[in-house]
């Protein structure tokens, strides 16, 4: 066992917890939604973090109908960008402690409108610099790979979705929580990545974001070089290097975007690539909006173990340190 090992187990108790942890924040918020509703919203992240901007852009744009866009942080702490005009924003960190998001907060603030903060440590500079805080409510997660807190970020954003939109966050996450439990018992099988020098990981939709965070902890944990692909994209121009050297490792949950998956990596598999995918069927007690969760939970679950297949230690990746103060 490990450190992150410990701290993946800890996601479905972490997901049970959520809604109650940010009920009335998650109140406020529609409040004040539908007193002004912003005619956009920008989110700021990196690493880890980004990923799950990537799945609120999906999330809270298709739910709401209000443009979600991404504001490279630099534009900000390196370019004195600063918004003239109201909006609603969203900064996900788990420490809270970049000064290029902080800038970058402060920045989508200056034109007015609400500043969100979805963060796992609550006092701070992130969270003091915003009108609402959403905990990640993860406790300590002191291993370098970021696992839980990406969970519960993306389940949060999707509570937030719920309730700018009038919809129940009190269960919403039941289901999750119990196949997110599931996944972690039965994680999948990764060996096609044991001695693989490149990856494609591919999803569509809001498993793109967990396809992006896939990619990057494939980085850091296992030692492997992966690259992060729409379904959509990859059957353009990336597909041209597909073969035998080149696994790929996609993530289908049900619906369109998961057959849209399924199908590329029948494309990439025809060309000689081996594939392997993440699958989470339809079911009656979990959202569709949730799969990534499950997911991703699913994919944690076998990447300590292809980390020291690999000659690394998944609790000491080289180079790294747990908070990452860009500027």
Request: with cysteine; glycine share 8%.
């Amino acid at each position: 066992m490990s450190q992150l090992t410990d701290e993946i187990f800890e996601i479905p108790d972490r997901l049970a917890g959520l809604a109650a942890a940010n009920a009335a924040v998650l109140d406020e918020a529609a409040a004040r939604w539908r007193t002004a509703p912003p005619p956009t919203l920008f989110t700021v992240a990196r690493g880890t973090s980004d990923a799950a901007a990537t799945y609120a852009a999906y999330r809270l744009a298709a739910a709401t109908g209000v443009p979600v866009g991404s504001l490279p942080p630099s534009l900000a702490s390196l370019y004195g960008f600063a918004a003239a005009t109201p909006l609603w924003s969203l900064a996900i960190s788990q420490s809270g402690r970049s000064p290029d998001l902080i800038a970058a907060q402060a920045a989508l603030h200056a034109g007015g409108g609400v500043g969100i903060a979805l963060v796992n440590d609550t006092a701070s500079p992130l969270a003091d610099g915003a009108d609402l805080v959403l905990d990640q409510a993860v406790g300590p997660e002191l291993s370098i790979a970021a696992t839980k807190s990406f969970a519960c970020s993306l389940a949060a954003v999707d509570l937030l979705a719920q309730a700018l939109t009038g919809g129940a966050v009190d269960d919403r996450l039941d289901g999750a929580a119990r196949a997110a439990a599931e996944a972690l018992a039965a994680p999948p099988d990764l060996e096609l990545l044991d001695d693989a020098t490149h990856a494609y990981v591919v999803g569509r939709g809001k498993t793109f974001a967990v396809a992006i965070e896939a990619a990057l902890k494939l980085k850091e944990t296992a030692g492997l070089h992966a690259e992060a692909l729409s379904a959509a994209e990859i059957m353009h121009g990336p597909r041209a290097i597909a073969g035998p050297e080149l696994p790929v490792l996609g993530f289908a949950g049900p619906g369109k975007a998961g057959a849209s998956v399924r199908e590329a990596l029948d494309g990439l598999k025809s060309q000689g690539s081996r594939v392997a995918v993440v699958e989470c069927a339809e079911a009656a007690d979990l959202p569709e909006e949730l799969a990534p969760v499950v997911l991703i939970a699913g994919f944690y679950a076998a990447l300590p173990a292809l980390a020291r297949r690999r000659g690394r230690d998944p609790d000491n990746p080289p180079s790294l340190t747990k908070v990452t103060l860009t500027v």
